[in-house]
């Protein structure tokens, strides 16, 4: 267990609809990345916040976005989905800006 | 091309056997190199990390870069069946905090 919570495990929606997946960091870890990973693309980088603010952009979708919230969750907002977006999403988090980054279980999100 | 190539396997080897896993980059800015584990409905887990060129051991994990031939490999000795998992590499270059990904190798270790 790496100390990284991520809701809820598994989210099934519908084409042009709207989700929030949440992610809790470890204890003390001010970073937070979020990752999608689909079988043809691997696992690709986002976005990352550092305290609550956003520090690098990855291949996020503009229909995309996420935030950091003071108590220093994290929530990443996919809209108008389609059915390309069905993927593993991942956060992760890391103590300062450092190189190890603790992943949580991932989200699995079909869209149907 | 990718940044990152990395074959997907799978690998299948029997227990006991030195297990050889390897990345392809292009970009020579990458300093840092990671080899992440990743077994089935689970979220990657970092088991090393290097800087720059050269040789990391930990247990039974070697990790090797070479820089010249953007060439990194993951060794595993007396490989186990709990070593059964897909195996990422990734890397970044020094001030971001971006980490490239290889699509990852899938190892099959046999009793």
């Known amino acids: 267990d790496s100390g990284v919570t991520q809701t809820p495990k598994h989210l099934i929606t519908a084409t042009g609809q709207r989700v929030t997946l949440r992610c809790s960091p470890r204890?003390?870890?001010?970073?937070v990345y979020w990752y999608q990973q689909s079988l043809d693309q691997g696992l690709q980088f986002l976005i990352q916040?550092?305290?609550?603010?956003?520090?690098a952009k990855g291949n996020i979708l503009e229909r995309f976005s996420a935030q950091q919230f003071p108590d220093l969750h994290s929530e990443l907002n996919l809209s108008s989905l389609e059915l390309g977006d069905s993927a593993l999403y991942f956060c992760?988090?890391?103590?300062?800006?450092?190189?190890?980054?603790?992943f949580g279980p991932g989200t699995r999100l079909t869209v149907l | 091309q990718k940044e990152v190539e990395q074959d997907p396997g799978p690998l299948s080897v029997p227990e006991g056997a030195i297990v050889s896993l390897n990345c392809t980059y292009s970009?020579?800015?990458?300093?840092?190199f990671m080899w992440y584990r990743q077994y089935s409905r689970k979220g990657p887990e970092l088991l090393m990390y290097t800087y720059s060129s050269g040789n990391k051991e930990d247990g039974r994990f070697t990790a090797q870069v070479d820089k010249s031939s953007k060439y990194i490999s993951l060794f595993i000795r007396d490989s186990q069946p709990s070593d059964s998992a897909t195996y990422l590499c990734?890397?970044?270059?020094?001030?971001?905090?971006?980490?490239?990904f290889g699509t990852g190798t899938r190892l099959l270790v046999s009793p």
């Open positions: 990734a890397m970044r270059n020094t001030g971001f905090q971006k980490l490239v």
């Open positions: 916040y550092y305290n609550g603010e956003e520090r």
């Open positions: 992760a988090s890391s103590v300062g800006e450092g190189l190890e980054q603790f």
């Open positions: 204890s003390g870890d001010l970073s």
């Open positions: 970009n020579s800015a990458f300093q840092y």
